[in-house]
């Protein structure tokens, strides 16, 4: 079967950094996206690892271990905006569906 | 540049009603389309998948169903509602990148 793993809630201080882990098990695996939801919103496209390694983009970042079926999403300088759902998603081989785990629910304190 | 657009964003409907939700892309051609489904608090759930106008992959058995008559529309529809088909209910495209564009997502309550 397919499954992702990630904590359900993680609570962090303005202007901290805070890491929300992800590790999966599926039956393909063609990279890893991030997506962030907003209360009554929908999830918005943050980041994409294919390959192994770290990708930065502003204050975010995201690190992919294929070896280790893990990976996690790198929040800086955290801001109250912040607060929000984070899923982590695996593309199946072939690229065309893809697969989100249960999310992670941030909370940014002041 | 492209959007995408879904509505209605709020429906109530009684049980045993019929569903049509509708999705449409612009500024596009040939995406790939997707339909989601959302219980409050939880992860996205794929139902249903398009590479192409009239192709249609289903991914859980269930009492709804899909089409696309266009090559950037698609349908989600139910011939008869169920308590639990209640959800937050999202159409996505995507194309060549790796990332998928929500549209702003159908809150469905069943009564």
């Known amino acids: 079967g397919q499954s992702l793993e990630q904590p359900s809630e993680v609570t962090a201080v303005e202007g901290a950094i805070v890491q929300i882990n992800c590790t999966y098990q599926t039956s393909g695996f063609y990279g890893l996206s991030w997506y962030q939801q907003h209360d009554g919103g929908a999830p918005t496209f943050l980041s994409y690892?294919?390959?192994?390694g770290l990708e930065e983009t502003g204050r975010f970042s995201s690190f992919l271990s294929r070896s280790d079926s893990y990976g996690y999403l790198l929040l800086q300088e955290l801001q109250m905006k912040d607060s929000a759902s984070y899923f982590c998603a695996v593309k199946d081989t072939g690229g065309f569906k893809t697969i989100f785990g249960a999310g992670t629910r941030l909370f940014v304190k002041a | 540049s492209q959007t995408i657009h879904q509505w209605p964003a709020t429906l109530v409907q009684p049980v045993g009603s019929p569903l049509s939700l509708e999705c449409t892309v612009e500024g596009t051609s040939n995406p790939n389309l997707y339909w989601y489904r959302q219980a409050a608090g939880r992860g996205l759930q794929l139902l249903f998948y398009s590479v192409g106008i009239g192709q249609i992959s289903s991914e859980v058995p269930q009492n709804l169903s899909a089409s696309r008559p266009q090559d950037r529309q698609f349908i989600l529809s139910s011939k008869k509602l169920l308590l639990s088909d209640s959800g937050f209910y999202l159409c996505?495209?995507?194309?060549?990148?790796?990332?998928?564009?929500f549209g702003s997502g159908t809150r469905l309550t069943v009564v």
């Open positions: 690892n294919a390959l192994d």
């Open positions: 996505a495209w995507s194309k060549s990148g790796p990332g998928y564009t």
